[in-house]
């Protein structure tokens, strides 16, 4: 089986400081783990993924995330966030032997000016 | 390069009635997946396609859903009769390696 969970329903920053949507998650076999981002009207566009390697993986507008197995954690960073970030957040996983996504249920962002 | 499209965006249906969704992948993408979003919980997984053969359809609520992908390139979902618990959006969404892309999706209203 795998899950994820998204502990945050609602993150909210100020424009400019550090971003974290946090994500945690549970598979049988070596994790496969992306991000995706949800704006309004819009549909899912792929941010980022960890499949190997290095535990930090940088993706699309500026954001990263870091991977760490002993936490079973794959949390979402941006150093400086902005308005236009403010958006629907999922964190999904597969098993390295299949392909379907398990997503977590979701965390939406909103940066203040 | 095209993105994962589908169509209609949005479906509004009454209970009973028949609805058909279209999705058409990026091309050359032999993995097609459907996944849906009821009443804003999480994304869950529907079926997977692998070319025209049923890889994976575990995620498949009831017969009343049923999938094709005739000649392994644009893929249909039909939900014949629709229910109330059906309302929800529909993602399509293509891979030819590990990450998936996402259509826009399909917004089904059944009243």
């Known amino acids: 089986a795998q899950s994820v969970a998204q502990p945050e329903d609602q993150v909210n920053v100020a424009e400019g400081n550090p971003l974290t949507v946090k994500c945690t998650y549970s598979v049988s076999g070596n994790p496969y783990l992306f991000w995706y981002v949800q704006y309004p009207n819009r549909g899912l566009q792929f941010l980022l993924k960890?499949?190997?390697?290095?535990?930090l993986v940088k993706g699309s507008y500026g954001f990263e995330a870091e991977f760490n197995k002993s936490q079973t954690s794959f949390h979402l960073k941006k150093p400086s966030a902005l308005v236009s970030d403010s958006a629907l957040y999922f964190c999904a996983v597969r098993d390295s032997g299949r392909y379907k996504l398990s997503f977590g249920a979701g965390t939406t962002v909103t940066v203040r000016a | 390069e095209a993105g994962v499209t589908q169509f209609p965006s949005h479906s509004v249906i009454e209970k009973g009635q028949t609805v058909t969704l279209r999705c058409d992948p990026i091309?050359?993408?032999?993995?097609l997946y459907w996944y849906r979003r009821v009443m804003g919980k999480e994304i869950k997984f529907l079926l997977h396609f692998v070319k025209e053969s049923k890889q994976d359809e575990s995620g498949m609520p009831n017969n009343r859903f049923l999938a094709e992908r005739t000649g392994g390139t644009y893929s249909t979902l039909k939900v014949q009769p629709a229910e109330l618990e059906d309302s929800g959006v529909y993602f399509c969404?293509?891979?030819?390696?590990?990450?998936?892309?996402f259509g826009p999706g399909t917004r089904l209203t059944v009243t």
């Open positions: 969404a293509s891979s030819q390696a590990n990450e998936q892309y």
């Open positions: 091309s050359g993408h032999d993995n």
């Open positions: 960890y499949i190997t390697g290095d535990n």
